[in-house]
């Protein structure tokens, strides 16, 4: 079972400061580019983000007592903030 990189748009908006559900991500494995909003969201030990078209890990974030462990894969395409 699996939501989607929405659920989780104000954790990713305190990591990144920023919204990012509609920021692109070039994904390390099939090239495919998707919003990571349309990414497939597992809830397990930590949280971890699935390509939508290959399954291959996204990221993955840790929630700990005083930080967040995250480890990101593949190009995340951020837009500039000016
Ligand atoms: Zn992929």
């Known amino acids: 079972m699996h939501t989607d990189g929405n659920a989780i748009a104000g954790l990713l908006e305190e990591i990144f400061a ?3 559900t509609s920021t692109e ?3 390390q494995s099939c090239r495919a580019r998707n919003r990571i909003g349309d990414h497939q969201l597992y809830r397990g030990a930590g949280l971890v983000l699935r390509c939508p078209s290959c399954g291959d890990v996204a990221a993955c974030i840790a929630t ?3 930080s967040y462990a995250v480890s990101l894969r593949g190009m995340w ?5 000016t």
């Open 77 to 81: 395409l951020m837009d500039r903030q």
């Open 64 to 66: 700990l007592p005083d």
């Open 25 to 27: 991500r070039v994904c």
């Open 18 to 20: 920023r919204e990012v």
